[in-house]
């Protein structure tokens, strides 16, 4: 019965992925996906996006800045299954291939309004110290065949991971329509 | 007749499927069914079978257990088959994160973490109970995991508000499993975005447990993990600080007013 729909809200996603610390890397790019729940529907903007790559600044601040815009809404009747959004960064290693240097992710802000959101990247951790030395030497560091992984909760037993410093990305979020459940 | 607005989740596909529908499905009636509103009346009707508890009952004893009731006792807004309005079970989303976790003296962490409700709650949507991965900070010493949490629960009373208990283990080199502390904390009750910090503790037993654990690993571990979050046999324990647990958690609330309940 199409006339007996659930309420639909929208939310709207605005913002940046605004900068990085990585003290030991540099001239890096970060990708950016959402992961939803079956419930979840993007309608407008993109929910995906490769950023260009960045290199530290020379002053003191050594900083690395991508200022890269998101730009997405999504539609649901649900809030389970919030979107999350995961970022992961690349950058080349010595010998000048890409390997990745930090997953992460972190749920959309609840409340409309300005939100500023650090996020703690890491990497997967090879199992032995041999694989260490081999995929160092041969630029196949181990990464998730699919990133959004990282948003999920199960499976992630017997992972072992290495965290970097945190990140910074600044997310705006507004409410297109925010009326989460219509009262009646 | 004002259609009402259904609280489970529906995809946008195409298929009818409920998403939701875990349940048993409800019996068949004659009277009008309205499309899609299976799982909603098999959730009401499975009350029928929980042990409810007087107490703080959120207004739904008082639809009889008549032969047709279960078409009065429709999960929705709006009005049922007989014309009268109807009451929806109060509904909690909570959302966010465990962040990760300081202060303890191991380096590899990872945290097993889990909700334990009260009966009159039921968890809709969502992973109960599960575990993160073992994480080794390279600069710092936080350990995240920044594993997601995401829960739907629909409830008829407030007691038995949901507690996330954790237990914090640390992993070494060789692979052995080490307890690093137990903790538990409330889910927020006023919905928005909330930083929790969950202290741990650990059992330390007798001096010749803590020489063994300092030369060989391994320690005194809860037999019943339901003492981490119930204060019923705490007295017997002599237990030492671990380190702190932090967690972001979003909480959404949903027709807790209607039941007089403000938040």
New interface residues.
Partial sequence: ?A?????VFLLMVNGQVESAQF?EYDDLYCKYCFVY???W?PTAGLEEGISQITSKSQDVRQALVWNFPIDVTF????????P?IVLSVYGPDVFGNDVVRGY????V???PGRHKRT??M?VP?SASTLQKFTSWFMGRRPEYTDPKV?????G???????????RVARLWLCPAQLT????? | MPEPCVVTGRRFSQNGENVHHTLAPPPQAAGPIRQGREAAVALVTTREAEGGRDGERLGTSDLSLSGRSWEKRELGLGVSARGERVRAMAEAHVIGQIVGATGFSENSLFCKWGVHTGAAWKLLSGIREGQTQVDTPQIGDMAYWSHPIDLHFATKGLQGWPRLHLQVWSQDSFGRCQLAGYGFCHVPSSPGTHKLDCPTWRPLGSWREQLARAFVGGGPQLLHGDTIYSGADRYRLHTAAGGTVHLELGLLLRHFDRYGVEC
Wanted: charged share 15%; with cysteine.
């Fill in positions: 019965m006339a007996a729909g659930p309420s003290p729940g079956q419930d529907a539609k649901s009747t649900n809030p389970y299954g919030w999350q992460g992710a972190v749920h802000p609840f409340s996020i703690p890491f951790e990282v948003a999920q909760g199960e992630r037993e017997g992972e072992n991971t290495e965290t970097e410093i945190p989460l459940f219509c009262p009646q």
